[in-house]
């Protein structure tokens, strides 16, 4: 059976607009931000895009692994965003986002397919409930190492400079932060 172009109606995303939007997350490893992003991106029906996939399939298909994956990563990434964004979907980027440059070079991708931004920092301010869940959380993605909860505490990480949405897990269900994020999408 074959559908004819002109009776294929254009898909819509619920997130309480007509234009198109990049959401652009950040957070230290273990704080939630993929189950989250994850979540809210199935809910809107928005590409997800997480650099720790991207990085780890680099490192899958490269025998020598170049010493800037962490730049390659993000790369790919703003490309893979910027790409659909210019089709007219919505884009979840996951990524720690731990710097100025990565957090401008996310907002340029939208600027660039002309679209709105919101930045959401996801943190977890229970120290104790954030250790626990690095070294206790399972590996979703084949072969990825996971960090050291040492690793996540010495990791370079700059303070928001800007405003953004603070999404803190410690106390909070998945379900209660995606309903904040929509509510925060739909008054952009």
């Not at 995303?13 to 950040?26: A, N």
């Not at 273990?30 to 996939?53: N, P, Y």
Request: overall charge negative; proline content about 4%.
């Amino acid at each position: 059976m074959y559908t004819r172009m002109s009776d294929v109606k254009p898909q819509t995303q619920d997130v309480g607009r007509r234009s198109w939007v990049l959401v652009i997350f950040g957070g230290l490893p273990g704080v939630g931000k993929t189950t989250i992003a994850q979540e809210l991106a199935r809910q809107i029906g928005a590409m997800h895009v997480r650099i720790d996939s991207i990085e780890q399939a680099i490192r899958d298909c490269t025998p020598v692994v170049p010493p800037s994956l962490d730049e390659a990563g993000y790369r790919i990434g703003y490309a893979i965003a910027r790409d659909n964004l210019r089709i007219g979907r919505t884009v979840v980027a996951d990524s720690v986002n731990p710097l100025l440059v990565t957090r401008d070079a996310w907002l340029k991708v939208g600027q660039n397919a002309q679209v709105d931004t919101i930045e959401i920092e996801v943190i977890c301010s229970d120290s104790h409930e954030h250790r626990s869940r690095v070294e206790s959380r399972l590996q979703d993605i084949f072969g990825l190492r996971l960090p050291t909860w040492e690793e996540v505490i010495s990791r370079e990480y700059h303070p928001w400079n800007r405003e953004h949405v603070v999404i803190d897990t410690a106390k909070r269900t998945v379900e209660h932060n995606v309903e904040i994020l929509r509510d925060a999408l739909s008054s952009k």
